[in-house]
């Protein structure tokens, strides 16, 4: 099958204890596309201004991915500028320059109507649900937030978050959305609002799955060298909804071997810079991850 996504494209400028890298290619659609498209075929919806390298988006096409849903604009593209310390787990956000998506009006070409699963990756929720309304019968939708829209377009989030099936959340921003310090009383309460399965992001502690069936835990791979943790959040979105358009499954138990499969492919993502390492990636090196990743647990 396929899966639809839409979300930022953009340029990452990040500084990490390890290293910086100015105006790299990023943005949580691209971060998912470049993974997911190991897994399946991807339909991509985003926008991006005149500085944006086309052989980029050539490249996203030789892995599968089809861009008819692409848009490119007059001005420039998306940029984000985020710094972290030694605790990889949260990135101090110094700038958020909206640009192109701030007039973006997603129209989806008509394949992409008939979308069955779709990711709603990180971008204004007001976008988010724009392009859902478009979508004619969807099996399975998720979505991914962060601070900045939870405080800035809560109630058109939460509208948006009532008509998914999973959350996908940092655990901070879960208590921040939630409005609930307790992690379990909150994806509770986001339960409540409609997703049925809230999946908690704890960084280097792992991943939490909040299921009707239960709950469900995967630790982070341990890794001797980390550089860069921006896109792991979205890496993991992709090998678990990838993992699952593949399989062609949506039971808890294969819910379970798709938080696995996200934690397998979020551990590649922070070993290098953008998706540097996602690109030279191999299947036999998923492989061997998952198998290393099944002895660990
Ligand atoms: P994560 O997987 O959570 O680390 O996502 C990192 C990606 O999110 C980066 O590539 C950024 O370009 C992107 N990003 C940062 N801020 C925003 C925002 N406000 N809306 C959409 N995408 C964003």
Redesign the pocket.
């Known amino acids: 099958m396929s899966i639809l996504v839409v979300?930022?494209i953009?340029?990452?400028s990040v500084k990490t204890p390890f290293g910086t890298c100015d105006r790299a290619l990023?943005?949580?659609a691209?971060?998912f596309s470049m993974t997911a498209s190991l897994f399946t075929k991807i339909q991509l919806v985003g926008v991006v201004g005149e500085d944006f390298p086309a052989d980029h988006l050539k490249y996203l096409e030789s892995r599968g991915v089809d861009i008819a849903g692409v848009q490119q604009s007059p001005g420039k593209t998306?940029?984000?500028q985020?710094n972290y310390g030694y605790d990889l787990n949260e990135?101090q956000?110094l700038k958020?320059e909206?640009n192109v998506?701030g007039s973006f009006n997603p129209i989806l070409p008509e394949p992409y109507k008939q979308a069955e699963i779709v990711f709603l990756?990180?971008?204004?929720p007001v976008l988010q649900l724009q392009v859902l309304e478009q979508v004619k019968n969807p099996k399975l939708v998720a979505l991914?937030t962060?601070n900045?829209?939870i405080e800035s377009k809560n109630a058109e989030l939460k509208k948006v978050i009532s008509q998914i099936d999973i959350l996908f959340i940092?655990e901070s921003e879960l208590r921040q959305l939630a409005a609930e310090r307790n992690t379990v009383k909150a994806a509770k309460k986001m339960q409540a609002l409609g997703p049925k399965t809230i999946i908690v992001?704890r960084g280097e502690y792992g991943a939490l799955m909040f299921h009707e069936q239960g709950c469900f835990f995967t630790p982070a791979f341990p890794l001797e060298d980390l550089y860069d943790?921006?896109?792991?959040?979205?890496?993991?979105?992709a090998g678990f909804m990838g993992y699952l358009d593949q399989t062609g499954k949506s039971d808890f138990e294969s819910f379970k071997e798709a938080m696995v499969m996200g934690s397998v492919m979020a551990s590649f993502?922070i070993e290098d810079f953008s998706f540097d390492r996602i690109k030279r990636l191999e299947k036999h090196e998923i492989e061997a991850r998952c198998f290393e990743f099944k002895q660990l647990t």
């Open positions: 979300g930022s953009a340029f990452d990023g943005g949580a691209n971060f998306f940029h984000w985020g990135a956000t958020t909206l998506f990756a990180n971008i204004d991914d962060m900045f829209w940092n992001k943790p921006t896109g792991a959040g979205d890496t993991f979105a993502a």
